[in-house]
C-alpha cells in the first residue's frame, strides 16, 4: 500500500458544518469494518489513555449506538447516536452526541472513497447552530480526532 499523508484536517464549510478528511493505508471495506463491528470499536476508539467499552453498536438504518470512554481514574464519558443511512462500504450516517451534554446533537456523514493504496474518509458534520459547531471545536475535537484516526491506522495495518 502507498503511504498518505495520514494527519487529519478539519476545515469550517459554514455556520453549522465542518468537514474533516484522513487517508488510511487500507481497502475500505476494511476501514468499514473496523467502524462498525463491535469487537474492533475498543481497539481504535477514542484515547489512547481511555477504555472504550461498546454499549450498544447496531449499525443498521434506524439503529443506535453507544460507546463509554473509561479514563484511567474510573471516571466515565458516553457517547451516543443513531444510524441514519448506511451503504457498505462506502458511507456511514449518523448522529453524535456527548452525554453530558444532551440536545447538542450533530449529524455526521461519512463518506469512504478508494484512493490508489488505500481510503480516503471524509466526514461532514452538521450542527444545529453555529454556536453548537464552535463548541466541538473547541471542545479538542481535533486532536482527539487525530488521536482516534492514528489508532484505527496501527488497527488497519495489522488486518491488511
Same mark, same amino acid.
Given at each position: 500500500?502507498?503511504?498518505?499523508?495520514?494527519?487529519?484536517?478539519?476545515?469550517?464549510?459554514?455556520?453549522?458544518?465542518?468537514?474533516?478528511?484522513?487517508?488510511?493505508?487500507?481497502?475500505?471495506?476494511?476501514?468499514?469494518?473496523?467502524?462498525?463491528?463491535?469487537?474492533?470499536?475498543?481497539?481504535?476508539?477514542?484515547?489512547?489513555?481511555?477504555?472504550?467499552?461498546?454499549?450498544?453498536?447496531?449499525?443498521?438504518?434506524?439503529?443506535?449506538?453507544?460507546?463509554?470512554?473509561?479514563?484511567?481514574?474510573?471516571?466515565?464519558? @458516553?457517547?451516543?447516536? #443513531?444510524? =441514519? &443511512?448506511?451503504?457498505?462500504?462506502?458511507? !456511514? +450516517?449518523? $448522529? *453524535?452526541?456527548?452525554?453530558?451534554?444532551?440536545?447538542?446533537?450533530?449529524?455526521? @456523514?461519512?463518506?469512504? #472513497?478508494? =484512493? &490508489?493504496?488505500?481510503?480516503?474518509?471524509? !466526514? +461532514?458534520? $452538521? *450542527?444545529?447552530?453555529?454556536?453548537?459547531?464552535?463548541?466541538?471545536?473547541?471542545?479538542?475535537?481535533?486532536?482527539?480526532?487525530? &488521536?482516534?484516526?492514528?489508532?484505527?491506522?496501527?488497527?488497519?495495518?495489522?488486518?491488511?
Amino acid at each position: 500500500m502507498s503511504t498518505h499523508d495520514n494527519k487529519l484536517k478539519a476545515e469550517i464549510l459554514s455556520d453549522t458544518e465542518i468537514t474533516m478528511q484522513r487517508s488510511f493505508n487500507a481497502p475500505r471495506e476494511l476501514v468499514y469494518r473496523a467502524m462498525t463491528d463491535p469487537d474492533l470499536i475498543p481497539k481504535w476508539w477514542g484515547q489512547r489513555s481511555s477504555t472504550t467499552i461498546v454499549d450498544k453498536l447496531d449499525p443498521r438504518t434506524g439503529g443506535e449506538w453507544r460507546f463509554i470512554q473509561r479514563t484511567p481514574d474510573g471516571t466515565e464519558y @458516553a457517547f451516543r447516536g #443513531t444510524f =441514519v &443511512e448506511l451503504e457498505p462500504p462506502s458511507k !456511514i +450516517v449518523q $448522529t *453524535f452526541e456527548f452525554e453530558p451534554m444532551p440536545g447538542h446533537i450533530s449529524t455526521d @456523514a461519512m463518506s469512504l #472513497t478508494e =484512493v &490508489e493504496g488505500g481510503t480516503l474518509v471524509r !466526514i +461532514v458534520s $452538521t *450542527f444545529a447552530s453555529k454556536e453548537d459547531r464552535d463548541g466541538m471545536l473547541q471542545s479538542g475535537m481535533e486532536t482527539g480526532a487525530n &488521536e482516534t484516526y492514528d489508532r484505527l491506522e496501527e488497527l488497519l495495518a495489522t488486518m491488511v
